[in-house]
C-alpha cells in the first residue's frame, strides 16, 4: 500500500515475518562462525531490522535500487533474496548469490535490483549516485536508496556524492544507519555534530530524523522521501538511529559499551514493538508468532543444509566474473 501507514494485517505479518527471519538467520550466522562454517569478515544486522523493513517497503521493487555495505544481510533478507543463496555465499559455495567469491559483505542481485554488499566504508555512495544518475538521464520513476553508517558520513566520497545528488537533481535517499558507533568507537568521539539530518542544510537539501527502532516511523518517513524523489527529484538526508545488538564484526567483544546500554535498546526491541502493535490490533495472537518463528528456524536450517550440502566453486572459475562483457 503506497505512501500511507500500512495498517493491513497481510502486509504487516509480512514484515513481521522478514524481520524475524532476518533475526533468525543473523543468530544462527553467529552460531556457525564460531563452528567455522562461515569465514572472513560478517557483520550482523540483528537490532536494525526495523530499518531494512521500514524502507524497503516503502519502495516499488519494481524500478527502485538499493545499495548499502557490507552490513547487507537484512537488506538482501528484506527485498526477498533466497536465504539458501545468502547463507550459501557467507560459506563461499558457488551456489551463493555471489556464486561464492564475494562472502558476507557483497551480496548482489541484479533481479532484486539489489547491487552490493560493499567492503569499502562509503564505497557505495559515489555508485549510488551512478545508479540515480542513470535513472535520471533515463526519465525512469525509480529512486535510489543508499544506505551506510554513521562512520561513511565523514568519508570524502559522501560529500562529493550528496552534492552532485543536489545540482544534478538526482533521486536518491542517502540513508544512515546510526547505530551509534563505528567499529568500536562512539559517534560522540568522531562527530563534530551528531544530529545527522542537520548535515542536508549544507547541500541545500531536506533531512529528517528517523526512530530506527519504530517500523512505522521508518516506513511513513521513507514514504514521503521516496515520493518527493520520485516526483521532484529531490535527494534528501535520513538520520536512522538504530542499534545493533552484536558486536562490529564477529571479532568484536564489544568492550567499548555497557550492558546497561545494549538492555536499554533491547527494551525497544523493533520485532516485539511490532508484534505487541499487531496483537493490540488483533491482527496475531502469541501462538501465532510460536508458530511463525518455528517455521523461519525451518526456513534457516534448510537454508544451512543447502549450504552443507553445496560445492566451493572450482579452481577454473577464478577469472570468471572478474570483468563484465
Ligand atoms: C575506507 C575504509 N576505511 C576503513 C575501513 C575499516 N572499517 C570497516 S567497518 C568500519 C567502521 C564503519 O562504521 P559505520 O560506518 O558506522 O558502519 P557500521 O559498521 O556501524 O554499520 C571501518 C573503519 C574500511 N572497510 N574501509
Ligand atoms: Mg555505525
Not at 558507533?181 to 528517523?210: D, H
Not at 536512522?240 to 545494549?262: F, I, N
Not at 560445492?311 to 570483468?323: A, C, G, Q
Amino acid at each position: 500500500m503506497a505512501y500511507s501507514i500500512q495498517k493491513d494485517k497481510e502486509t504487516l505479518g509480512e514484515v513481521l515475518r522478514k524481520m524475524l527471519l532476518i533475526r533468525v538467520f543473523e543468530e544462527r550466522s553467529a552460531q556457525l562462525y564460531g563452528l567455522r562454517k562461515i569465514g572472513g569478515f560478517c557483520h550482523l544486522y540483528s537490532g536494525q531490522e526495523a530499518v531494512a523493513m521500514g524502507t524497503i517497503s516503502a519502495t516499488d521493487p519494481s524500478k527502485d535500487y538499493i545499495l548499502t555495505s557490507y552490513r547487507d544481510h537484512g537488506h538482501a533478507l528484506g527485498l526477498g533474496m533466497d536465504p539458501g543463496a545468502v547463507m550459501a555465499e557467507l560459506y563461499g559455495k558457488e551456489t551463493g548469490c555471489s556464486k561464492g567469491k564475494g562472502g558476507s559483505m557483497h551480496l548482489f542481485d541484479v533481479e532484486k535490483k539489489f547491487f552490493g554488499g560493499n567492503g569499502i566504508v562509503g564505497g557505495q555512495i559515489p555508485v549510488a549516485i551512478g545508479t540515480a544518475f542513470k535513472q535520471r538521464y533515463l526519465n525512469e520513476t525509480g529512486v535510489t536508496l543508499c544506505f551506510f553508517g554513521d562512520g561513511a558520513i565523514h568519508q570524502g566520497a559522501f560529500h562529493e556524492s550528496i552534492n552532485l545528488a543536489k545540482i544534478w537533481q538526482l533521486p536518491v535517499l542517502f540513508i544512515v544507519e546510526n547505530n551509534e558507533y563505528g567499529m568500536g568507537t562512539a559517534v560522540s568521539r568522531v562527530s563534530s555534530i551528531t544530529e545527522y539530518e542537520k548535515k542536508a542544510a549544507g547541500y541545500g537539501l531536506p533531512g529528517y530524523l528517523v526512530d530506527g527502532m519504530d517500523y512505522f516511523d521508518v516506513y511513513t518517513k521513507t514514504s514521503k522521501a521516496v515520493e518527493r524523489a520520485r516526483k521532484e527529484h529531490e535527494a534528501c538526508i535520513m538520520h536512522v538511529k538504530t542499534y545493533r545488538y552484536r558486536g562490529h564484526s564477529m571479532s568484536d567483544p564489544a568492550k567499548y559499551r555497557s550492558k546497561d546500554e545494549l538492555q536499554a535498546y533491547k527494551e525497544k526491541d523493533p520485532i516485539q514493538q511490532l508484534f505487541k502493535h499487531m496483537v493490540k490490533e488483533k491482527m496475531t495472537t502469541k501462538k501465532a508468532y510460536e508458530t511463525l518463528e518455528e517455521e523461519i528456524k525451518e526456513i534457516v536450517e534448510s537454508a544451512v543444509t543447502f549450504s552443507e550440502e553445496s560445492n566451493e566453486p572450482p579452481i577454473s572459475s577464478l577469472y570468471e566474473d572478474v570483468f563484465s562483457d
